[in-house]
Nanobody, 119 residues
């Protein structure tokens, strides 16, 4: 059974930091590309940051220079370090695991963790 469990969300003041974690089980983690997405109320889910199985990264323009995605294959965990948080970063953050294997897409999601940036 595949599980992606996010943690680390919460309430933080503007300018503050949070570190999200996503612990994966039931998959060969090191072969998966991992992503963090977010969805704010009334908006579509959007990609925040992505890291490939070979640790290449890319970021949404809105978070470049403030957020850092990383992975620890030994712990089957992906992280999102979020600095200089802004109210517009408020959203539910979701972890995603993706792998294309023998022409079949393997695509899994976590349950989400709420991040609220407010004074």
């Amino acid at each position: 059974q595949v599980q992606l469990v996010e943690s680390g969300g919460g309430l933080v003041q503007p300018g503050g930091s949070l570190r999200l974690s996503c612990a994966a089980s039931g998959i060969f983690f090191r072969f998966y590309d991992m992503g963090w997405y977010r969805q704010a109320p009334g908006k579509q889910r959007e990609l925040v940051a992505h890291i490939t199985s070979t640790s290449m990264t890319n970021y949404a323009d809105s978070v470049k220079g403030r957020f850092t995605i990383s992975r620890d294959n030994a712990k089957n965990t992906v992280y999102l370090q979020m600095n200089l948080l802004k109210p517009e970063d408020t959203a539910v953050y979701y972890c995603n695991a993706f792998r294309r294997n023998w022409g079949r897409d393997l695509d899994y999601w976590g349950q989400g963790t709420q991040v609220t940036v407010s004074s």
